[in-house]
């Protein structure tokens, strides 16, 4: 069972970076997907990036260009570069896994049958 805790938000201007990172325990070898989600206050949990092991990601389009999915498998962590960061951006970010073959599109799969962390908040002021 893989266990995921983020870290790295924080309080940013607009036009600002963070990287989010997302430490996690337990094995994501073989077959896996990771991925960001974020929720703002009174929106529904949004899918932000994802990352198969084979390489390919898929982004949200309101973060294709800015937001970058990364993994460093010798430390463990699944990363998130956000760059050119907007109020819009300001949410909850959490992180999610899903070990093992699955089929479907990647944030309905990490959304229905991930492992969540906390989540660590990300407030962009204008």
């Known amino acids: 069972q893989v266990q995921l805790a983020e870290s790295g938000g924080g309080s940013v201007h607009a036009g600002g970076s963070l990287r989010l990172s997302c430490k996690y325990s337990?094995?994501?070898?073989?077959?896996?997907?990771v991925g960001w989600f974020r929720k703002a206050p009174g929106k529904d949990h949004e899918g932000v990036a994802a990352l198969h092991y084979d390489g390919s990601r898929s982004y949200a389009d309101s973060v294709k260009g800015r937001f970058l999915i990364s993994r460093d498998g010798a430390k463990n962590i699944v990363y998130l570069q956000m760059n050119s960061l907007a109020p819009e951006d300001t949410a909850v970010y959490y992180c999610a896994a899903v070990v093992g073959s699955w089929s479907g599109p990647m944030f309905s799969t990490l959304r229905d049958f991930g492992t969540w962390g906390q989540g660590t908040q990300v407030t962009v002021s204008s």
């Open positions: 337990g094995f994501l070898t073989g077959d896996y997907l």
